[in-house]
């Protein structure tokens, strides 16, 4: 009667949203202070100012009816030229704003980038660990899923990446700095990895894209250097939302842009517009862009991740904990205190922890700590760690 | 290299974006006095003042994470209700806020509802004149469009839509008032389609749907009655925009509606919820909820479009034209002067005036006026639409 998979992906909550409910549930009996939920990546740092004073000056500036009137599909220019000139200052590029298409997020700007390079069932590369619904996005344009594993060290295991490519595979989706693992990948895995794409696009003479899904570009911490994929690949689109830059994930706001150096980008800019069509996606809120427009330079306060990434890292290491130090984003992946990362989780919940398995993120033996949450919270919540660690010692 | 089909999409422009670009360039060379846009169904009338009241409200009361933050996937719970509630009062129905799926306007909304429906190429009857994008995003589902042609006077052919049926019929989109005609199809003419929709629904022992798509629901002129179709048939999917109704169409919000009454509800609407996700939807935008929550009942002045339409039609009838009076929505039908609409729409250009060939819409024979424009455009146009007609009796 209906699309049975949209009912699966309808009615099976993801593992993640399962605990924030569980969460919310156990806060109402043992009460809130004693649970501490790390398992949603949500903004816990205010949008800078500058976001809603925008908002105020641009509806006192400009009419009513244009204001909330349609742009154009793939956006106001002078939006997309606000964020061609700052893609082009950081990256040392040439984008014109014709190849930039504004989108509702990264979500919409995933799902419109597979769509415009799918033809018949290609097949597309995510690097684990990876962010879980990519594989909902790419299934449903109808493209295929290929899932490389990472090595030991949660790098990218680059001869896997390298066995993986076939005559099929049409991309690969890179996403650094890292959801789950807040990794962000070196200079020189970024170059192998694009050594091996170009040499393979040459063996089989087709282009294979990297979409580059970059919604935490700007979350990167200490001297960790983000190597530009958009000024080492030519065939990159770059995938990129304001959720997290800005804190304002409801506003639906991001962009995809198309190198200036693509192949064929002209073929690949219209197929984006046919999909953002095709899709129901033309014309981004026109309020954010010209929010945008006017806040391209504005930043999050990142220092205050960067607070509780180092209170969380010193702490849980101090404790005993094996955790990969992140570079970037807002999540810590801590090493399973047993073999079974899921049973290592549901143990936590009992001192009050929520954090979410990495089994999810398409890797074992690890759990993600989202500390995209109140300082006071990881501080609370040492105790609980310390309870966890000692309860596999009996 | 890329999806073809998307490249077609996103390189070909539509007829209608094709005459708004020629009208801008032709302003250049005539001045903008001498040229008569009327192709583009965007809305003239200011938005409301309540909606930038609104927003500046919203603003001071909320804190700006909130503002920003991400809603549930399915929005909301709040405006959900408010969405219900007035649903519920205008159609006499009993409708759960957990049946209402907030989106980005009703492009998403189509989209989504064709997703969470289609099987496998299951079939969906558009009704003739219809808005062109019903196509692309059926198509884009993975379903098959079947087009019913209309009856003389452009009414629903009833006994064509009946013919249509097939066991593989999934649904059938309904837009009254209707995009292009601006006809209100009558409580008969509902009344016959859904009882030829209820037994063949028992005939083949599976429900056929009805896509309500409603974004001119509110845009109804003088004493004619818009039929419930909510209340009329159980297996009903409201697809709704307030693009229209509050002049906002850049700020992309609107929503999916299940019926009450609808078979296997909880399953459409989860299948509904995974569409969503599938095309990465969820969440619409957040600031707009609230928006449209305080501003349920606001109402943009409808009077104008009205104004129009009577300045319109009286005087395009005096000068001998043969119009389809609008009962709703904001686009005038008039008939061709000669048999190639197309023919008759290139020389409506000599004289300044751009009107869309009703061929776009699936009706032979037709030319589409958008008259959501400033009335003075109209008032100086009159003499224009006098040397077309005039040009036909030499």
Known sequence: MVNEKMYGLGSARSAIRELFEFGKRRAAEIGADKVYDFSLGNPSVEPPKEVNEAIVSILKEFGSKDVHGYSSAQGFLSTRKAVADKLNRENNTNISPDYIYMTAGAAAGLCIAVRALNEDKDEFIILAPYFPEYKVFIEAQGAKVVEVPCDASLN?????????????????????????????YDQKTIKAICDILESKSKEFGSPIFVISDEPYRELVYSNTILPSILSMYDNTIICYSYSKSLSIPGDRIGYLAVSDRCYGKDKVYAAINGAGRALGYVCAPTLFQLVIERCIDAKTNIFDYDKNRTLLYENL??????????????????????????AFCERAKNSGILIVPSDSFGVKGYARIAYCVDYNTIERSLPAFKELFDSYKK
Chains 1, 2 share one sequence.
């Open 156 to 184: 990218i295991d680059v001869k896997a990446f390298a066995a993986a490519i076939t005559k099929n595979t049409k991309g690969v989706i890179i996403n650094s700095p890292n959801n789950p693992s807040g990794k962000v």
């Open 317 to 342: 290491t101090n404790i005993g904990y094996d955790c990969l130090k992140p570079d970037g984003a807002f999540y810590l992946f801590v090493k399973s205190l047993e073999k079974d990362s899921i």
